[in-house]
């Protein structure tokens, strides 16, 4: 059996997601997990891991479920060989940021774990002041770019209020740090569930920053 992870957009009334999952049963798919992401507007963003047969199904896949009135499919990635858990995936996440014993190896719990966590394709954290980064994954913008979008974001959100538009890049402070987490997808919008996700990290990093040493 192959795993995948579709995201869809569907109308947030009763019946639609019975439909889907009618829909991904013709291709002889079976869902082994749903999440909602966001819900608002008359609409819904769910998360529904599928098993299939084969892989060669996947684009049958998409062509059933957006033959559901008012369905947009937004993206079917693959499960990894671990399996997608986001819960157990937060977890470790949190248990490696406890267990740094440095400010470096705190900066690299969030370079190399965050991401899967967060399901993001990069995760940095820059110094707010100098706009300068302290650490950034594979994949993420120049130095100069990052520095200049928390710059502009942190600006918006204190004159009105945090952003919370479709974005594909988020970013929030470390309180008491000057430092902020800027993470970023290929092309996905995140949603409300990712951006608490974040502010959540933000939270334990920042904590986490303060007790440990400087080594850098």
């Known amino acids: ?34 999440e909602i992401l966001e819900t608002g507007a008359g609409q ?53 940021l406890v267990a740094a014993p440095t400010r470096s190896e705190l900066l690299a719990v969030v370079r190399d774990q965050a991401p899967r966590s967060l399901s993001a394709t990069w995760v940095a954290v820059v110094d707010v002041e100098q706009g300068t980064t302290l650490v950034a994954g ?7 770019w990052l520095g200049a979008f928390v710059h502009g974001a942190s600006t918006a959100a204190s004159l009105s209020g945090n952003d919370s538009t479709q974005s594909d890049v988020i970013w929030a402070g470390l309180e008491g740090c000057g430092l902020a987490l800027v993470a970023g997808r290929d092309r996905i919008a995140w949603r409300d569930r990712g951006r608490r996700q974040g502010d959540a990290l933000a939270d334990i990093v920042a904590l986490r920053w303060v007790e440990l040493p400087d080594d850098l």
């Open 138 to 144: 594979a994949g993420a913008p120049t130095d100069g």
């Open 1 to 34: 059996m192959e795993s995948y992870v579709l995201r869809v957009w569907l109308p947030d009334r009763p019946g639609a997601l019975g439909a889907v999952a009618s829909r991904i049963g013709a291709v002889k798919g079976d869902v082994v997990g749903i």
């Open 44 to 96: 819904a963003v769910d998360e529904l891991v599928v098993q299939l047969p084969e892989a060669t199904l996947v684009d049958l896949l998409v062509n059933e479920v957006r033959q559901v009135d008012g369905v947009e499919v937004e993206e079917v990635p693959p499960v990894g060989p671990d399996g997608h858990d986001p819960r157990r995936d937060t977890l470790v996440t949190a248990a490696r």
